[in-house]
Every structure is written in structure tokens, then in C-alpha cells.
């Protein structure tokens, strides 16, 4: 078993996240007069990362400025999404950026 086959399992052990929990968390977690407004280029990484999108993945990766570090509201990074749906190819992709930390 790969190391990141590893990871991801130890992140989601059990497989079964569905996307449009990680979508309506986004929406739904905002207090009262608090902005949850995230950047176009944080929310379309977290989108890449929840359903895949390696060629999104890598447009905004090599956009000049892109947060591969940025924290959804649920406290979670693109690296933590992507594994969480078990997309492997994403998290190798994620790991080789110097600026994830």
C-alpha cells in the first residue's frame, strides 16, 4: 500500500464523505453579520480538490498568488479535502507544491 493510499485512509477511514456536505458546510456556517466570503481562486480549489479536477487543480496551482494553505470554515485545507474523497492523484499533486504546508 502506497504512503498516500496511507494517508488518505488515515484521514477518512471510512470513504463515505459526500460532496454536498463539504458544499452546504461552506454556505451554512456563517454567523450572524459575519462575511464568509472566500476568494474565486479559494473556493475553485476547494471545488478541484472536492470533486477531482486535476486539470482546475493545476490552472489555479500555477496561478501567481493561489493559497494552497487557504482554510475553509470548517477548518479544512484543499490537501484534507482532496484525501477526504480519496483522490490520490490530487493529494501527490498537492504535496508537491513547496508552499503547502
Do not use: F, Y
Amino acid at each position: 500500500m502506497s504512503v498516500l493510499r496511507k494517508l488518505v485512509d488515515i484521514i477518512n477511514p471510512w470513504k463515505e464523505v459526500n460532496v454536498q456536505d463539504h458544499a452546504s458546510s461552506n454556505s451554512s456556517s456563517s454567523g450572524e453579520g459575519a462575511t464568509n466570503e472566500e476568494p474565486a481562486e479559494t473556493e475553485e480549489m476547494n471545488v478541484a480538490c472536492l470533486t477531482g479536477n486535476r486539470v482546475l487543480l493545476n490552472e489555479i496551482l500555477l496561478r501567481q498568488g493561489a493559497d494552497p494553505n487557504s482554510v475553509r470554515p470548517t477548518n479544512k485545507t484543499p490537501l484534507i479535502l482532496a484525501c477526504e474523497m480519496g483522490h490520490i492523484e490530487l493529494v501527490r499533486r498537492l504535496l508537491q507544491d513547496p508552499r503547502v504546508d
